[in-house]
């Protein structure tokens, strides 16, 4: 065990605490010499995996950053990653090994003119201290950091709770509380919400021991902090809250032990779900009791396993470091046939990749080329469509048209009228071919443009009715799925106008769930399956629904009507 004249250095309260005061300290050495990059980029892997709670890996590249720094005589960072090395022995509960790391660096510091890591290194021995039950060395530690002149107020405020926590684990209630109760008013405490709640923690748990009324109050405030802030000390919390109503409500003293059990498991805190298990064997019944303590005991031995095998993994990690040195000669040269190696892929996949981007821009060009030909295919097939419709249904009747100017009298009523309604007819028929290859308007005048479709089916003859059209929200459904709608309604009363022979057409329009249904009938002949797969038309209907993932269903018996009902998702 070290003596008080050897604790003139000092080690973290906690891991997080630390990290903090060694950043401030790295970042002041504003790192600009080119030997010291390698043993930063060590300390700094190392310095990320400690937050993780990595120890083994994080011990692995402290102790290259040693080596490292060791190589090139640098103290500062020599001290620095050996204080690392002591602070992952401690939280280890490695204590024996380590209070032999710090030892190690006592003679380091006495070198430096610098005592910027005095602090540190003190508290470090005053835990060590703490958790081997040799409370007056503890609190000679954490009293000799609070009096180190680079010590910040923070920091002296911190070994100040340090020496109460000592007493307090000592049993000296009313001690801890004279140290306690100046330190919740300071401004540096107040400001800082994790220490603030520890204080309040710790100063709530001695009230509490000592009959205060003011303890639930204090534990209490400290748990609402540390749920704020996700604080691992919320463990303490609860496990203090059980505590407290050990004696008055075993039901809620239960409760509070289960959320520090619940909290400890969760944050992979071993020690602290001990202690968890500790106060639930102590407040449940025999049959959980029996329970909690074969869980206890199931914990405690591995727990003895896992920190046992840490400590053989840190000794292999020394021996492995000093070995490593001898070998970087070996590894030197192996990179760099290694590096030739790498050349050698990297040109072969080069090549494959050079290989590969040509065939995709060959591919490409060919992918461009067919669309372009579809594109042409189907402009023709437009202009042949068109050219047909014209020949089919306008020819024939302007030809009429001219023939009856030619030979009737058009002075007469009668006769004006019967020309006039031709020429209309020619019109209404020319603006419907427009309309079916023009861009269709999918906006707030689709609605409109689909009713002025449908009313140009209507004739003396054939009477076409909608149902629900006006119900549905057809501002919310995509614009390629209206234009789909558009060209098979269009296409089904066209298929009715050449072949159905009927009066009457009803569409009905209905919205169920998350998919439209559209409904058609007509009175007229029907038409066989067979007829039906003969007709391009619905042929086409059928392939633009299937397009849009819908479904399309024809019931249809010769001479009794054709019905025809499609669902789409909207």
């Known amino acids: 065990m070290i003596t008080k004249k050897l604790c003139k250095c000092i080690s973290v309260l906690t891991i997080l605490i630390f990290l903090q005061s060694c950043e401030k300290k790295q970042n002041s050495w504003k790192r600009s010499k080119a030997d010291r990059v390698e043993t930063d980029r060590y300390i700094d892997a190392g310095d990320s995996l400690l937050k993780k709670w990595d120890y083994d890996k994080a011990y692995y590249y402290y102790s290259k950053a040693k080596l490292s720094a060791e190589s090139k005589k640098d103290t500062s960072r020599m ?19 380590a209070e032999t790391v710090v030892i190690e660096t006592i003679p380091l510091l006495e070198t430096k003119k610098d005592h910027s890591y005095n602090f540190d290194l003190n508290l470090t021995l005053g835990n060590i201290y703490s958790n ?52 919740i008013t300071k401004k540096e405490i107040l400001n800082d919400s994790s220490n603030y709640s520890r204080i309040l923690t710790n100063l709530g748990y001695c009230y ?14 400290s748990l609402q902090i540390r749920l704020k802030r996700n604080d691992i000390g919320k463990i303490s919390s609860y496990a203090y809250l ?41 407040n449940s019944s025999a049959n959980k009791s029996k329970e909690y303590s074969l869980k206890y005991l199931h914990i405690n031995d591995s727990i003895t396993k896992v920190r046992q095998k840490a400590k053989n993994q840190f000794a292999k990690i020394k021996y492995d470091s000093k070995k490593e040195k001898d070998e970087n000669l070996k590894l030197k040269a192996q990179k ?61 009747d302007v030809y009429h048209t001219m023939a009856f100017a030619e030979t009737q009298d058009l002075s007469t009523t009668h006769n004006k009228e019967i020309l006039i309604s031709n020429l209309d007819t020619i019109y ?11 861009a269709m308007e999918t906006g707030p005048l689709f609605i409109s443009d689909l009713k002025e479709m449908m009313s140009g089916f209507n004739t003396q003859e054939v009477n076409v009715i909608t149902n629900g059209m006006d119900s549905i929200n057809w501002m ?73 993932k819908g479904i399309i269903n024809f019931d249809t018996k010769s001479n009794k009507g054709f019905k025809v009902q499609f669902i789409i998702p909207i």
């Open 79 to 97: 001290i620095l990653s050996l204080i690392n090395l002591a602070t992952i022995h401690y939280t280890q509960t490695d204590y024996s090994g």
């Open 242 to 282: 059980s505590e407290y109503y050990q004696k008055t409500n075993k039901n809620l003293a239960n409760e509070y032990a289960l959320l520090a059990y619940d909290a400890a498991t969760k944050l992979k805190c071993p020690d602290d779900r001990l202690y968890s298990l500790k106060l639930l064997i102590q």
């Open 208 to 221: 509490f021991k000592v009959g205060n009324p003011k303890a639930l109050n204090y534990l209490n405030k």
């Open 476 to 548: 919310a459904i995509e614009s390629n799925k209206k234009i789909i709608i558009y060209r098979v309604i269009q296409e089904l009363l066209v298929n009715m106008k050449k072949h159905s022979q009927c009066s009457l057409v009803v569409l009905t329009f209905k919205k169920i769930g998350d998919k439209l249904q559209i409904d058609y009938t007509d009175n007229g002949v029907g038409a066989t399956i067979e007829q039906l797969n003969s007709k391009n038309g619905l042929q086409n209907v059928e392939n633009r629904i299937q397009a849009i």
């Open 428 to 438: 209404s028929r020319t603006r419907n071919i427009s309309r079916e290859n023009n």
């Open 336 to 396: 760099t046939l290694q590096l030739e190696q790498q050349k050698k892929r990297n040109l072969v996949l080069y090549t494959v990749v050079g290989v590969i981007i040509a065939i995709s821009i060959f591919v490409t060009n060919l992918l461009l080329a067919r669309n372009k030909r579809e594109k042409i295919k189907a402009s023709y097939t437009t202009e042949i469509r068109i050219a047909k419709k014209l020949h089919d249904e306008l020819a024939n």
């Open 132 to 183: 081997t039950f040799d409370y007056e060395n503890a609190i000679y530690c954490y009293n000799k950091a609070s009096l180190i002149k680079t010590t910040t107020p923070i920091e002296k405020l911190v070994s100040l709770n340090n020496i109460a926590v000592v007493y307090l684990q000592m049993k000296e209630f009313k001690k801890a509380i004279t140290i306690l109760e100046p330190l």
